[in-house]
């Protein structure tokens, strides 16, 4: 009896033998396959960073500081929006955007240095374009101070080719993804339907085209389906603009081409309503003086201010917080007159500045940013984690920030309590459902912040998936698609 009991232990054991390989088998096949590599792919691909086991690269650029900034800058934008759009009924945009002490009224959220916090989009997008002419510029000038001109050729051609690309592909994307929202699931996202989802893509077509010619006088201020992207055809001119200023001054001396870019600065901020362009020069040029090679000698020239250089950098950063907190309700020279703290101020303003705003927020975004470079914690700040983080994905934060604050923003607004006009004809079945006490001051109250406690963690989390899914293949089609059309080494030879 032991021994057919043995036996048939031993037949079980080799029948185990026998099948366990065979599962194997089954689930290495089954990993391998294309269905299970899709699955993973889009587990991956959708799950938030803050889940992910694997550390990123922890060694950061000499302008990772950057990078931070402009993360930061993006989630100004995104507070800016969603303040002005829950407070529609308390006029927000003006008395959110106006000055401590207009009309005689002293809201905490616009008083200086705190406004900036709080509404602060447009000094955002001043940032966004200094930085953007300081990294454009960041290899490209640092080739010429090395003299190899025919890399640098290589640098700006390959950059200028793939520009538009990585500008306007995800704003297309976008575009047909809130479009299909609407006639797919009829939620309302900002914009007037046409009626059928064929003529709403025809339409987009149309603007589309329109749109992306960044050449002559602008035919319309933004898209109808993402106002935000108002930025961008400025963003593409700017970027025309830094390439070639680099190859019309690549054979001139370092002097004579700081002198260029101080001249072009004045031409567009003093000469011709051309602030914007005068940011993208200003990084430039700050790009040129933060060269190891001209910091060295700017630093024996200005020798006897290194005892107060600490000092000197706090007053630069104070005076730019306080300019980046201009009023903007309206771009009338004698409003800013009119606002308390801005009457002499006002008088700085160049005739050939048509918004006045532009002209401050040009000189604070570059006395923060040059601030922040020399003011050690600040700097360390931007390099963190968080900031690296929010940098990563400032494109993509700025793109679907909106459109979410249209969709599931408005109606979590709706529902504790916040009223728009437009809720009575779209959301009448979300408002007040959870009333929130609007307990706190204006810009800052219990009811305001509650719904950000879920819109910020999605709204991150989307533009996390569209810097996978969107930004990172359209920075890869256009490196793809460059390299199909360049000549090799042995044809240019």
């Known amino acids: 009896m032991v021994e057919i009991q043995d036996d048939m232990a031993m037949v079980e054991k080799s029948e185990d033998i026998e099948v366990q390989p065979a599962r194997r088998r089954r689930l290495a096949a089954f990993q391998s396959s294309t269905l299970f590599q899709t699955l993973l792919w889009t587990v991956q691909s959708l799950r938030p960073s803050f889940m992910s086991t694997c550390k990123r690269n922890n060694r950061l650029r000499r302008t990772a500081y950057l ?43 616009t008083a200086p240095f705190i406004r900036t916090f709080v509404t602060g989009g447009h000094f955002a997008v001043a940032i966004f374009l200094i930085i953007s002419g300081y990294v454009l510029s960041t290899k490209p000038l640092s080739l010429l101070e090395s003299g190899d001109h025919l ?48 003529k709403e893509l025809w339409k987009l077509y149309g603007e589309m085209k329109v749109y992306s010619f960044v050449f002559g006088q602008p035919k319309m201020p933004w898209l109808s389906y993402h106002p935000h992207t108002w930025t961008i055809p400025v963003e593409l001119r700017g ?20 002198w260029c870019m101080t001249g072009l600065i004045f031409y567009f901020m003093w000469i011709t309503d051309g602030a914007f362009y005068a940011m993208f020069i200003a990084g430039m040029l700050i790009c040129n003086l933060d060269m190891p090679v001209v910091q060295d000698e700017l630093a024996e020239r200005f020798t006897f ?23 903007s309700a309206a771009n009338d020279v004698n409003y800013l ?19 006045q705003k532009w002209f401050f927020l040009f000189w604070a975004a570059i006395m923060i940013i040059t601030a922040i470079a020399r003011i050690h914690w600040l700097r360390r700040f931007f390099e963190t984690g ?17 459109p979410i604050l249209w969709t599931l923003g408005d109606r979590l607004y709706a529902a504790t309590g916040w009223s728009r006009e437009s809720h009575a004809l779209h959301l009448p079945g979300w408002t ?62």
């Not at 308390?90 to 002490?101: I, K």
């Not at 207009?102 to 905490?108: Q, Y």
């Open 239 to 258: 970027s025309f603009l830094i390439y070639g200023t680099l190859i019309a001054l690549s054979r001139a001396t370092r002097k004579a081409r700081l």
């Open 432 to 493: 007040n459902r959870l009333p929130v006490p609007k307990f706190g001051p204006l810009g800052l109250e219990l009811a305001f912040f509650v719904p950000n406690l879920i819109l910020v963690p999605v709204t991150f989390w989307f533009a996390e998936i569209g810097t996978t899914l969107i930004d990172g293949p359209a920075l890869r089609f256009g490196s793809w698609l460059y390299g199909k059309v360049k000549a090799s080494d042995e044809y240019l030879a």
């Open 67 to 109: 990078d931070g900034i402009r993360g930061f800058a993006a989630f100004l934008v995104y507070w800016h929006h969603h303040e002005l759009w829950a407070h529609e009924a308390q006029q927000s945009d003006e008395r959110l955007q106006s000055s401590f002490g207009w009309k005689g009224e002293h809201i905490l959220v």
């Open 305 to 327: 201010l290194k005892p107060f250089e600490t000092v000197i950098w706090y007053v630069v950063l104070i005076v730019g917080l306080y300019l980046s907190g201009v009023p």
């Open 386 to 402: 968080f900031c690296q983080y929010l940098g990563r994905i400032s494109y993509m934060l700025y793109l679907f920030h909106g």
């Open 337 to 355: 007159r009119d606002s308390p703290g801005w009457y002499y101020l006002s008088y700085l303003k160049p005739a050939a500045v048509f918004d």
């Open 151 to 198: 890399a640098f050729a290589d640098n700006v051609a390959s950059a200028l080719f793939r520009r538009w690309f990585r500008l306007w592909i995800p704003i297309f994307v976008m575009s047909i993804g809130i479009v299909s929202l609407y006639y797919w699931t009829g939620i309302f996202a900002n914009f007037i339907p046409e009626g059928s989802y064929g």
